[in-house]
């Protein structure tokens, strides 16, 4: 029997049944839970304002490299740089809110320090000024290096 005549005597609702049953198999098994994004898990609506998780976005998209997600100065190009990042938990609290910006506007050499942190005044407007600097105050928090502790007051 050709496959055409088979299909024909088997009638078109076999190949439905067949199809809604590998269907229903293939929806009984466990899909995997997505990796953990740390990303994602910063911007929680209860863990960071509008302003401080834009300041967050900006500081992964510029800074992350050497100061590391978080601000620890645990970066992927950490380990190259002489003297290394510093941790901001202890670094920030040591610098006014004038100083951050200064180290923002014009680099760390602003406060006579390495020049190894580049001068972002010129590649950022006023307002992404202020959201680092309201995402850094996040970052300086003891809370801030345990994901699991809220680092706001609940709403």
């Known amino acids: 029997m050709r496959a ?4 024909a005597a088997a009638g078109p609702g076999l ?5 809604l049953g590998l269907l229903a198999v ?3 098994q466990k899909v995997p839970s997505p ?10 609506d209860d863990a960071l304002s509008a302003t401080e998780a834009r300041g967050h976005r900006l500081f992964l998209q510029r800074c992350a490299t050497c100061h590391g997600p978080q601000g620890r100065g645990d970066g992927q190009n950490a380990y190259n740089l002489d003297p290394p990042p510093p941790d901001f938990q202890v670094s920030l609290a ?4 004038a100083e951050r910006r200064r ?8 406060l006579g320090r390495s020049p190894l942190c580049p001068p972002r005044r010129r590649a950022l407007d006023a307002d992404q000024v202020d959201a680092l600097l309201a995402w850094l105050e996040v970052a300086s928090r003891p809370s801030a ?11």
Not at 4 to 7: E, Y
Not at 35 to 44: G, K, N, S, T, Y
Not at 145 to 155: I, K, L, N, S, Y
Request: overall charge positive.
């Open 145 to 155: 290096a345990d994901p699991a502790a809220p680092t706001r007051a609940p709403r």
């Open 4 to 7: 055409g005549a088979l299909r």
């Open 103 to 110: 180290v923002i506007e014009g680099g760390t050499a602003s």
């Open 15 to 19: 190949g439905a049944v067949a199809g």
């Open 35 to 44: 990796a953990r994004d740390v990303l994602q898990e910063a911007f929680r």
């Open 94 to 97: 040591r610098l006014s809110v």
């Open 26 to 28: 293939a929806a009984c």
